[in-house]
Every structure is written in structure tokens, then in C-alpha cells.
T-cell receptor, first 118, second 118 residues
Framework: GAGVSQSPSNKVTEKGKDVELRCDPI?????LYWYRQSLGQGLEFLIY????????KSGLPSDRFSAERTGGSVSTLTIQRTQQEDSAVYLC????????????????FGPGTRLTVL | AQSVAQPEDQVNVAEGNPLTVKCTYS??????LFWYVQYPNRGLQFLLK????DNLVKGSYGFEAEFNKSQTSFHLKKPSALVSDSALYFC????????????????WGLGTSLAVNP
């Protein structure tokens, strides 16, 4: 498809388990973002990948969270030793590199992965 | 510091009436401004953006927004609301002064829930 895809759509896990969330960005988009959206909250930035540059990890809430992006395309967000407060919808977005002109900049979002930690 | 405020958690409007979803921002320089919509159980979708030029920006689904520099606002509007417009709306801002290639610095509002009543 032409859009951003994420899998799984839903994930229920037990506290202490590790989970992996996957994101397939739009082909040709060099930038990829992960966000977290808790119930009734706005978007919380987690991590940003841009081409071959080092990722911006400044939004990761703890060292239990990590992400990688292989071959400049697919990305995996890993949460180790999950806690109940990790329960949220995890959103992935991709975009072209920002330019100063009229084009580019807007992010295209996947449908999200709803993570529930019991 | 950069910030975005959506002063209303919820907006209720009758179908056929005009709607406004408010957004104000604070950046050190000139802003790039965005509106996104999140329909129930779906990912965020880009609606419109202001980069430069005309202060009135037209976007998807009949929505428009007006950039008002003196009031530092970018309110989202639609002349005639539809029940299908019921969703969560997010405003986001980026400071022009940050330069190109710095995608992650998109600051998001907390969202406004729009309910259009038949």
C-alpha cells in the first residue's frame, strides 16, 4: 500500500515481557518518527530517524526503550521489561526531508499499535 | 520556549453550523503551522499547513485555517460542520529559525475533541 503501516495493530502483554513494534514507512520518505499517545493525551515524541544520520533519541522515556531502522526503511521499536505505564498507542510517522519551501514537512502517520501491559 | 495551546478540550457544534477549533502558539521566530485530524481508532491525517504566503490556508475535507501573526493564532474553521467531522484535532508548530533538516522539532498541542451533533 501507499501509506505507513504498523504491526501488530494490538498487542497485549504481561508486565516484564519484551515487545517489538514494527513500522513500514512510505517508500521514499527519509524521515521516520515514533510517538506515544496515551489515553486523553497529546502526542509524546519518542525518537526520530533521518537518513543515515544518528537518530534523535531524546524523547525515549527510559533505557528500556530502543529503536532501530534497517536499511533506511523499516523501523522496530523495542520495549524491554514492559511496565503498566507503557500501555498506550504507539504511532509511527514518516515524511520527506523538511525543506524551507512549500513542499514537504508534513508527517504521514500509520494506524498505530495499541499496547496493553497487564 | 516553543509551545502550542489548544484551549478547548472539547468543542460541540450542531451539524450545518460553522465550527472553529482554536490554536495559539509561541515560537521565537516565525512559525510553520499544521493541523492534523484523528478519526476514532485511526491514525492521524494531515489536514493543512501554513508555510508562507496567504494567511488563509485551505485544506482537506473543506477545512481552512487562518494564520494571525498578531494574535499568534492558527484557528481551524469549516463553514458547515458534518457529523463525520467528529474527531480529535491536533495543532502543531515548528519554528522557522530551526532551519532545514530538523524535522523532529514539531511541537504538538494536546488536541481538541470535536463533536458534531445531528
Amino acid at each position: 500500500g501507499a501509506g505507513v503501516s504498523q504491526s501488530p495493530s494490538n498487542k497485549v502483554t504481561e508486565k516484564g515481557k519484551d515487545v517489538e513494534l514494527r513500522c513500514d514507512p512510505i517508500s521514499g520518505h527519509t524521515a521516520l518518527y515514533w510517538y506515544r499517545q496515551s489515553l486523553g493525551q497529546g502526542l509524546e515524541f519518542l525518537i526520530y530517524f533521518q537518513g543515515n544520520s544518528a537518530p534523535d533519541k531524546s524523547g525515549l522515556p527510559s533505557d528500556r526503550f530502543s529503536a532501530e531502522r534497517t536499511g533506511g526503511s523499516v523501523s522496530t521499536l523495542t520495549i524491554q521489561r514492559t511496565q503498566q505505564e507503557d500501555s498506550a498507542v504507539y504511532l509511527c510517522a514518516s515524511s520527506f526531508l523538511w525543506t524551507s519551501g512549500r513542499l514537504g514537512g508534513e508527517q504521514f502517520f500509520g494506524p498505530g499499535t495499541r499496547l496493553t501491559v497487564l | 520556549a516553543q509551545s502550542v495551546a489548544q484551549p478547548e478540550d472539547q468543542v460541540n457544534v450542531a451539524e450545518g453550523n460553522p465550527l472553529t477549533v482554536k490554536c495559539t502558539y509561541s515560537v521565537s521566530g516565525n512559525p510553520y503551522l499544521f493541523w492534523y485530524v484523528q478519526y476514532p481508532n485511526r491514525g492521524l491525517q494531515f489536514l493543512l499547513k501554513y508555510i508562507t504566503g496567504d494567511n488563509l490556508v485551505k485544506g482537506s475535507y473543506g477545512f481552512e485555517a487562518e494564520f494571525n501573526k498578531s494574535q499568534t493564532s492558527f484557528h481551524l474553521k469549516k463553514p458547515s460542520a458534518l457529523v463525520s467531522d467528529s474527531a480529535l484535532y491536533f495543532c502543531a508548530v515548528r519554528d522557522r529559525a530551526l532551519g532545514a533538516g530538523n524535522n523532529r522539532k514539531l511541537i504538538w498541542g494536546l488536541g481538541t475533541s470535536l463533536a458534531v451533533n445531528p
